[in-house]
C-alpha cells in the first residue's frame, strides 16, 4: 500500500508559477514510477508529467518547456514546478503511484492516487 499527499496549489495569475509536492509513505520500494494527472471540468483526466525510478521522464506537449518534474528518493516526494502559468492549465491535480513494474516505461497510469489539489489560474 502507497499514501500520496498532495500540497502546493493555489490560485496563480497567468504567467505566474507554483511548485506541487507528493509526499509518498507506505511500500516505498515497490514504487517503480510516479507522475501528475490533471482533471478539467468536463475534461477526462489527462498525464501532466511522469518520472521512473531510474530517472525518464515524460510530458504532454502541452506543458514541454514550462513545466518540470523532480523526485527527491531521500524525502520520498515528487514535485512538479509549473512556470508560465495559463488559463488553460487551471484543473485539479493529482500524484499518481505506480506500482507495477510495467510503470517504468510510462505508458499507463499508476494504481495509486492522491487526494488531488486545486491549481486555478487566473487574473
Known amino acids: 500500500q502507497v499514501q500520496l499527499v498532495e500540497s502546493g496549489g493555489g490560485l496563480v495569475q497567468p504567467g505566474g508559477s507554483l511548485r506541487l509536492s507528493c509526499a509518498a509513505s507506505?511500500?516505498?520500494?515497490?514504487?517503480?514510477?510516479m507522475g501528475w494527472y490533471r482533471q478539467a471540468p468536463g475534461k477526462q483526466r489527462e498525464l501532466v508529467a511522469a518520472?521512473?525510478?531510474?530517472?525518464?521522464?515524460k510530458y504532454a506537449d502541452s506543458v514541454k518547456g514550462r513545466f518540470a518534474i523532480s523526485r527527491d528518493s531521500a524525502k520520498n516526494t515528487v514535485n512538479l514546478q509549473m512556470n508560465s502559468l495559463k488559463p488553460e492549465d487551471t484543473a485539479v491535480y493529482y500524484c499518481?503511484?505506480?506500482?507495477?513494474?510495467?510503470?517504468?516505461?510510462?505508458?499507463?497510469?499508476?494504481?495509486?492516487w492522491g487526494q488531488g489539489t486545486q491549481v486555478t489560474v487566473s487574473s
Open positions: 518520472i521512473n525510478r531510474f530517472g525518464s521522464t
Open positions: 499518481n503511484c505506480n506500482t507495477r513494474a510495467s510503470g517504468l516505461l510510462l505508458t499507463e497510469a499508476g494504481n495509486y
Open positions: 507506505g511500500s516505498i520500494a515497490s514504487m517503480y514510477a
